[in-house]
């Protein structure tokens, strides 16, 4: 054991208690990626008009997002187990100011790629702080609580949503003017003078994450952190890359965390990506910052979804809530997809209140499945299934450019059924278990 500020650290590497102003902290961290992953949804929508893209190619904005985690996840683990979890938070902080920097000469090239490029240069560090925070938070106190302390963290993620989302609808949108219909009748001069201010208008919330980005880093740089790895990470014999591998591989239980978890993020980044669509769609009078609120509300739902899961957490078994939640889900993507009226949206909205639990409970389900030498590789593995998020907005635009918009929203109904039989796997696991531990 170690013994530091009246904290001890066990074996395993979890504590026998939680550092409340290192969690905060750590857990303010978590609102700083789900606000670039809200300003995404604004952006979306923005670009598909000024640069006239369709479905499919507006939802590559997510592509470039979350396709930067699945290429530095395993690296970003690889850091946190040779240095610590602060250092790659740190390092995941620095890029993802580099990338916010990139907005400058983006909105001044006025091309579809270069923002592409700012933004995956953002996922770039959002990679690395969400393979370490999320493990990180399992991580900083009692294994029992695990699975609370990151929802937890993630009730304030689900706060950055709604800041990011504000700070589009607000900086980037303007009030009462339809982008679209602006693009189509003006010409010439005037044309190129308008998209070049909504252009420079992507600058704006930018500018202020990075004032927060570089505050945060400042006192997380000055707080001193437990290193909450396991004893044998700080011994010669620990395991390589190779067997770490290998061990994954043959763990049926990570593998099906690993294709919820893909599932799960490539549903919910859907859903966001097309809403403001959907209600545009629904509602041809409707002007883009309007619609954004339908997004807006979409968050709050999220927030209070959380809320209600932590309190739940406390009553029954996290695998009830979520087939509970998940089935529910399943039913009301479905009305989104075939019911015709503007309804549809009030629905899409409520839905998010049934993601809340779904990442951090899978996060911490998965990781509970492997042994702890191998937590912070696992760890980033998880991660690399945010790549759902790449993939299935991109299959849904596809869906949408073909059969239409609404009944696109099958794909994301899909991937709900996939979180609640994996839940409902999970459960006949955890009975199967205590009934064996019980007869021995």
């Given at each position: 054991m170690f013994i530091k500020n009246n904290t001890i650290q066990h074996a395993d590497g979890f504590l026998n208690r939680t550092p409340i102003f290192q969690f905060l902290l750590l857990s303010s961290v978590f609102a700083l990626w789900s606000a670039a992953a809200a300003l995404n949804d604004v952006l979306i929508t923005q670009f598909k008009s000024i640069f006239d893209l369709s479905n499919f190619a507006s939802a590559l904005v997510q592509s470039a997002f979350y396709g930067a985690y699945f290429l530095v996840a395993i690296p970003a683990s690889m850091v946190v187990k040779k240095t610590s979890y602060k250092l790659a938070i740190l390092l995941g902080l620095a890029l993802y100011i580099f990338g916010c920097l990139m907005f400058f000469p983006a909105s001044h090239a006025g091309t579809y790629t270069m923002f592409l490029a700012a933004i995956f240069c953002i996922a770039i560090g959002l990679s690395f702080l969400e393979t370490s925070c999320n493990t990180y938070s399992a991580m900083i106190g009692e294994p029992e609580r695990a699975t609370l302390r990151l929802n937890i963290s993630h009730t304030i993620n689900a706060m950055g949503y709604i800041i990011g989302l504000l700070l589009g609808k607000h900086l980037i949108f303007q009030d009462g003017v339809d982008v679209g219909h602006m693009m189509a009748t003006l010409t010439g001069p005037e044309l190129e003078a308008f998209k070049d201010q909504v252009l420079q208008q992507t600058l704006e919330p930018y500018k202020w994450l990075v004032g927060v980005i570089a505050t945060i880093a400042i006192l997380i740089a000055m707080t001193e952190y437990p290193n909450c790895k396991a004893a044998t990470d700080t011994k010669d014999n620990q395991p390589s890359f190779g067997e770490t591998l290998s061990y994954l591989m043959g763990n049926k239980r990570f593998f099906k965390g690993i294709v919820t978890q893909?599932?799960?993020?490539?549903?919910?980044?859907?859903?966001?990506?097309?809403?403001?669509?959907?209600?545009?769609?629904?509602?041809?009078?409707?002007?883009?910052?309007?619609?954004?609120?339908y997004l807006l509300y979409a968050f709050?739902?999220?927030?209070?979804?959380?809320?209600?899961?932590?309190?739940?957490?406390?009553?029954?078994?996290?695998?009830?809530?979520?087939?509970?939640?998940?089935?529910?889900?399943?039913?009301?993507?479905?009305?989104?997809?075939?019911?015709?009226?503007?309804?549809?949206?009030?629905?899409?909205?409520?839905?998010?209140?049934?993601?809340?639990?779904?990442?951090?409970?899978?996060?911490?389900?998965?990781?509970?499945?492997?042994?702890?030498?191998?937590?912070?590789?696992?760890?980033?593995?998880?991660?690399?299934?945010?790549?759902?998020?790449?993939?299935?907005?991109?299959?849904?635009?596809?869906?949408?450019?073909?059969?239409?918009?609404?009944?696109?929203?099958?794909?994301s109904a899909l991937c709900f059924a996939v979180v609640f039989v994996y839940f409902m796997n999970e459960k006949k696991y955890k009975q199967q278990f205590n009934f064996v531990a019980a007869k021995a």
């Open positions: 893909f599932a799960y993020v490539g549903m919910q980044v859907a859903v966001w990506s097309f809403t403001i669509r959907l209600a545009l769609e629904l509602d041809p009078n409707m002007v883009e910052h309007d619609a954004a609120n709050i739902m999220y927030f209070l979804g959380k809320l209600l899961a932590n309190y739940l957490f406390t009553k029954t078994a996290q695998e009830n809530i979520l087939m509970g939640y998940s089935a529910i889900g399943f039913l009301c993507l479905m009305y989104v997809t075939f019911v015709p009226n503007f309804s549809a949206v009030w629905v899409a909205v409520g839905t998010s209140a049934l993601f809340a639990p779904c990442w951090a409970t899978i996060f911490a389900s998965t990781l509970q499945s492997v042994d702890t030498r191998y937590t912070e590789t696992a760890g980033g593995f998880v991660v690399m299934s945010i790549i759902g998020g790449a993939a299935i907005p991109v299959i849904q635009g596809l869906l949408a450019d073909n059969i239409g918009l609404q009944s696109s929203f099958i794909v």
